[in-house]
């Protein structure tokens, strides 16, 4: 199995997936072109593709899906409040090629078995995802204002693990943002801060986890040293597992290749 973030920040996100002769794509937040030169770069070839996993429908994560979807004829897999939010924004994905989550228990795409659940925040209908390919998991969580049990079970023990660490609180409060949005990201329908990310890791390590990644860092409310030693020391000091490598996605290039 092997991982990659193509992009991600409060400004875009778009992230990787690759088993075997099977790719997807999770969320696509960043321009088209820039999404085909990053994996050309990166020797993925987008014949493998099976289709795109949105996560919700804000702007930084679904900027290029209906040009991704009409270019390659990919699957637009979304839930229900998800394609209501898209269709308030005018979204461009054929109606041939809209999935509905809601319809669904679980997916099954080339090699890949995908499971997801609610996050919260502020949008209609939004998910996370767990994928495994029969013997690699694979977790993503971001956008969530809160994590609770169900998520952390759902994620625990993945061998690749990718984690919202949006924000330090001080940072934020102390910075220019409006009152009002600072309230709404440290709101329980907001972004999790660098320690809540860090907590809620500890929940959901285990003894396979080899890769943990912090992603959807603020660029205004956050640095990547301060994510990374935030979490790096929570981890230290609490962690049962220390056989994991702490890594921290990239704003606007693309992150390490994680490979299990």
Known sequence: MKFYSLSSSSQGNC?????????LLIDAGIAAKK????????????????GI???????????????????????????????????????????????????????TLGRFNISWQATVHDCLNPIFFSINDGEKKFGLITDTGELNSQMTEMLYDSDILIAEANHDVNMLKSGSYPFRVKQRILSSHGHLSNEDCAQGLLAMIGSHTK???LAHLSQHNN??????KTVKQTLEQNCTYEDYTLWVARAEARSSILEV
């Not at 992230?15 to 790719?23: F, H, K, N, T």
């Not at 990053?38 to 014949?47: D, E, G, I, K, W």
């Open 211 to 213: 890769h943990i990644m």
């Open 35 to 50: 999404i085909e030169a990053t994996l050309a770069q990166s020797a993925a070839n987008p014949a493998k593709l099976k």
């Open 223 to 228: 640095t990547p040293l301060l994510a990374y």
């Open 53 to 107: 996993l949105l996560t919700h429908e804000h702007i930084d994560h679904v900027r290029s899906v209906g040009t991704l979807a009409k270019k390659y004829h990919l699957p637009i897999f979304a839930t229900e409040g998800t394609w209501q939010g898209l269709e308030q924004m005018n979204c461009s994905v054929p109606f041939q090629l809209r999935r509905s989550l809601d319809e669904l228990d679980n997916l």
């Open 15 to 23: 992230y990787y997936l690759e088993s075997g002769d099977s790719a």
